[in-house]
């Protein structure tokens, strides 16, 4: 006999709660995605970006930043909130120890998104002043601050993701590469 793969819930179990397979596919691919994307995009600017603004002259830092920000802002704030909606819709649709999973990833998510609400963001408007006025003398410190942020904000997506994989990983129903006419 071959086993049989349900999603009926089993009361304590990690099963997803019933929906419709297309549904749970759709989430967990926009969470997967949307994830996977702001883990990628806050990484490549953690690992390339800002090691090339440590070693450019600080005006040209200081422009390239704020042009950065400007273009990043929306995409990234969308990126952050799709990231959020996918991780508590699968946390929404299945139980145990995924849901807290899940949830756990909506969590990083959303240190990710405070991180940058309160920390870059405001550092992000000091620094469009300084490209086109002066630089203060506390203008080190700052940076540092704004690039301790960007590392808190990376890690959290990053953990995020990986829990997002894990949660999908672990829902989906093993595979043997048999089928009933095998058994």
């Not at 690992?47 to 042009?67: C, E, G, I």
């Not at 086109?132 to 942020?149: D, G, K, Q, T």
């Given at each position: 006999m071959s086993e049989v793969h349900t999603t009926s819930p089993t009361p304590g179990t990690d099963r997803p709660i019933p929906a419709?397979?297309?549904?749970?596919?759709?989430?967990?691919?926009?969470?997967?995605?949307?994830?996977?994307?702001?883990?990628?995009?806050?990484?490549y600017g953690a690992v390339n970006v800002v090691q090339t603004f440590k070693v450019v002259p600080l005006d040209v830092r200081l422009t390239f930043h704020s042009a950065l920000m400007r273009m990043n802002g929306p995409v990234v704030q969308t990126t952050m909130g799709l990231a959020l909606v996918g991780s508590v819709a699968l946390a929404v649709l299945h139980r145990g120890r995924l849901r807290l999973l899940a949830a756990s990833a909506g969590a990083l998510v959303l240190t990710s998104f405070l991180v940058?609400?309160?920390g870059n963001v405001p550092i992000n408007a000091r620094i469009k002043v300084w490209a086109v006025s002066s630089?203060?003398?506390?203008h080190a410190e700052l940076l540092r601050r704004w690039e301790m942020f960007n590392l808190v904000r990376t890690v959290a997506a990053l953990a995020a993701f990986v829990l997002v994989v894990l949660v999908v990983d672990l829902a989906a129903p093993a595979r043997t590469g048999r089928t009933s006419a095998d058994a």
């Amino acid at each position: 006999m071959s086993e049989v793969h349900t999603t009926s819930p089993t009361p304590g179990t990690d099963r997803p709660i019933p929906a419709a397979g297309r549904l749970l596919r759709t989430v967990r691919g926009l969470a997967l995605l949307s994830s996977g994307l702001l883990a990628g995009a806050l990484g490549y600017g953690a690992v390339n970006v800002v090691q090339t603004f440590k070693v450019v002259p600080l005006d040209v830092r200081l422009t390239f930043h704020s042009a950065l920000m400007r273009m990043n802002g929306p995409v990234v704030q969308t990126t952050m909130g799709l990231a959020l909606v996918g991780s508590v819709a699968l946390a929404v649709l299945h139980r145990g120890r995924l849901r807290l999973l899940a949830a756990s990833a909506g969590a990083l998510v959303l240190t990710s998104f405070l991180v940058t609400r309160f920390g870059n963001v405001p550092i992000n408007a000091r620094i469009k002043v300084w490209a086109v006025s002066s630089v203060p003398p506390e203008h080190a410190e700052l940076l540092r601050r704004w690039e301790m942020f960007n590392l808190v904000r990376t890690v959290a997506a990053l953990a995020a993701f990986v829990l997002v994989v894990l949660v999908v990983d672990l829902a989906a129903p093993a595979r043997t590469g048999r089928t009933s006419a095998d058994a």
